[in-house]
């Protein structure tokens, strides 16, 4: 590859003029290639497209940085340095995971010829199922990457399903067989036994000291299909993944199926004032919405940006066609050329959220910005759906759909960081399904839940979300796991052994069907605490299943506080009452008279605390007299207290909701 120079590019508007009827420029520094590669070189046969899919802390980063030393895309440095170079957000280095897909094209020489290999780096986290899913439809090949010391886990199962099922070349890679505790042979059996792989065609390696990647570099090209594609064909383009530039719009990231696609030229000549000799070129139609857009710009990521004037059949490339709304990027989409009509692609599944919560600014003034911020990191995660609300206690908000309770917390983590966001993010719900005689209707947020009085009368059912989870566990704590699940109102589990082995290395998949509910709460981190750490879990969607449950109010001083509803089970209504009612007599500030703290089902009170009231002592200057005369005192401080609660409202400052809700999501 050439050396990345700095230049300064020099952008003209041609929208507006400036004084005199000037063009605007602006100037922007990037990173760019002095000359562009010449990518009609690059044929269907020197080009392969491949993903990297694996369990979450198996090593699938580090692996990735290794190809990109070997074929020269970035600078090798010494062992270690070079840490995670596609990761870029801040909340994927300092938690160590990917949570948002990059794409990285990379070009090598193979006995003589220069190949393009485009690497399509995928999350390892269940919650981020639909980034893989969106990152296997460009490619044509997979690298399964397992580690040698804690072997295939739960995640690792599904994400190979998933691969399968588009019809992937997958290589199997044994990563990490430097470590002490690594068993490559035993492993490697495993991956026989689980996924029916020939054990001769598992590539053995070690992507941190880069031991055999160069053999993984080889298979790529070996055994990885070319694509297939045309220059003859009318131009077709898969629409895989977008993100936001804050001045060229919404950039989208593509694959080109047949056709080529050229960039848009623009000769700009200033002759006295006036612009001109501006050349077209391409124009395309989305399949989806049926608009029309110019390609401004084209390139590759290398893993910066480099431009280019064409894409070519099988390549992967971004474009920037002055999209403004990131609606309009629909991912899935198909694009083709004005005038040519085209078979649009199957596309996607769309992303279907999970996990509900409420996320309200700290200071309610700054709400206008908190949405802006929120729209434009959804342009980034389009899996992200928004939708406003209020609320009479934190004023007004939005309520978000997330994949899981981990993309909730990274998107919190996320509107902090990059938009320095001071918020309040309510606990986690899950949309449950209201069935009435006459109607279905889907409830995520518990303030819109009927109360027992309405469902006794209106409501036929109430369904909650359920879904099938597998979680792999060392047989020693496989009783805890029984346990646990059983505890957390699981079904029809089953389980099988996944190697033979003796002691700790017999390792056991269970499988059961749990309410999404009760895994959104500590499920998660009760199975880690209770396998030490050695179980890994998944889940799929499973529909919906009639249910118990209940809408529980909080009351303060007899008035409810919408804010901190409760959709819970009936089976559980107690222990919640109680336990909240406790937490919230602690971080509720004390009132000049006693309030009472109460956990409500409908007009049935679960459980109580009262508030103890501040005591001024107005008996404090009354010197001798008889018994009565302060009696008398006490009973109008007594009176005056109950005609301050009569009227009076409880009003939680900012601090104590922040501290309920943060207790509330854990």
């Not at 303030?447 to 469902?455: G, K, L, N, Q, V």
């Amino acid at each position: 590859m050439a050396m990345l120079i700095q230049w300064c590019r020099v952008s003209v508007c041609f929208n507006s003029l400036g004084p005199g009827g000037r063009a605007c420029f602006s100037t922007s520094r990037r990173w760019c290639a002095p000359k562009p590669l010449a990518m009609e070189d690059f044929t269907c046969d020197l080009i392969r497209n491949f993903s990297i899919i694996a369990h979450i802390d198996h090593g699938k980063s580090t692996l990735a940085d290794r190809l990109l030393e070997l074929t020269g895309t970035i600078k090798k440095k010494e062992v270690g340095k070079n840490e995670q170079v596609l990761d870029k957000l801040k909340v994927e280095r300092e938690r160590g995971i990917t949570v948002k897909a990059q794409t990285a094209s990379m070009v090598h020489n193979f006995g003589g010829k220069q190949h393009i290999l485009n690497l399509i780096d995928t999350p390892g986290h269940v919650d981020f199922a639909w980034e893989v899913s969106r990152s296997l439809a460009a490619c044509q090949g997979a690298l399964l990457l397992v580690d040698a010391s804690q072997g295939v886990q739960a995640q690792t199962i599904s994400v190979f399903h998933v691969a399968q099922e588009r019809g992937l070349k997958i290589i199997p890679v044994l990563n990490k067989i430097d470590l002490p505790a690594a068993q490559p042979e035993r492993i490697a059996a495993q991956m026989q036994s689980t996924f029916g792989i020939d054990p001769a065609d598992i590539i053995q390696i070690s992507a941190k000291t880069g031991r055999g990647v160069d053999q993984v570099l080889q298979a790529i090209v070996d055994r990885i299909p070319p694509p297939n594609g045309t220059t003859t064909r009318p131009l077709k383009a898969f629409l895989f993944d977008s993100m936001y530039d804050r001045y060229r719009g919404v950039i989208s990231l593509v694959a080109i199926q047949d056709g080529i696609l050229k960039k848009v030229r623009y000769s700009v000549d200033l002759v006295i004032h006036h612009l001109v000799s501006i050349i077209s070129g391409d124009r395309i139609v989305s399949c989806h919405t049926n608009k029309k857009y110019e390609i401004t710009d084209i390139g590759i990521l290398n893993p910066e940006e480099i431009p280019v004037t064409s894409l070519h059949p099988g390549q992967v490339g971004f474009i920037a066609c002055n999209m403004k709304e990131s609606s309009e990027a629909h991912i899935g989409d198909t694009l083709h050329r004005v005038g040519s009509a085209v078979d649009p692609m199957p596309g996607f599944k769309p992303a279907k959220a999970m996990v509900y919560a409420g996320i309200f600014p700290i200071d309610t003034s700054d709400f206008p910005k908190l949405e802006e911020s929120i729209k434009r990191l959804a342009l980034t995660d389009r899996s992200v759906t928004i939708q406003r609300e209020s609320s009479t206690a934190l004023g007004q908000g939005c309520r978000l759909g997330f994949l899981g309770t981990l993309h909730m917390d990274v998107f919190r983590q996320r509107l902090e960081d990059e938009h320095d966001a001071n918020i309040i993010i309510t606990a986690p719900t899950v949309p449950y399904k209201i069935v009435y005689r006459d109607r279905e209707v889907y409830v995520s947020n518990p303030t819109e839940f009927p109360d027992a009085i309405e469902a006794a009368s209106k409501v036929k059912e109430v369904q909650e979300p359920i879904v099938k989870a597998s979680i792999i566990v060392p047989e020693e704590y496989f009783g805890d796991m029984m346990d646990l699940c059983f505890s957390h109102r699981a079904e029809e589990l089953e389980h099988k052994y996944l190697d033979a082995g003796t002691g700790t290395e017999s390792r056991i998949m269970l499988n059961c069907v749990i309410p999404l509910s009760e895994i959104v709460t500590d499920f998660f981190d009760q199975l880690k605490s209770r396998s030490s750490g050695f179980a890994s879990f998944d889940y799929e969607e499973a529909g919906y299943k009639s249910s118990n449950l209940a809408k529980m109010m909080f009351l303060l001083n007899g008035k409810p506080v919408d804010a901190l509803a409760l959709i819970v089970h009936r089976s559980h209504e107690d222990a919640i009452g109680k336990l909240w009612v406790k937490k919230l007599v602690k971080v509720i500030p004390r009132q000049m008279y006693e309030v009472p703290i109460q956990a409500a089902v409908g007009k049935k009170i679960i459980a109580r605390e009262t508030l103890s009231a501040y005591r001024a002592d107005v008996t404090a200057g009354l010197y001798g007299g008889h018994v009565e005369r302060k009696m008398k005192v006490l009973e109008r401080q007594k009176e005056g207290k109950a005609r301050m609660k009569r009227m009076g409202t409880v009003d939680i400052d900012k601090d104590a909701f922040v501290e309920i809700m943060r207790s509330k999501s854990k």
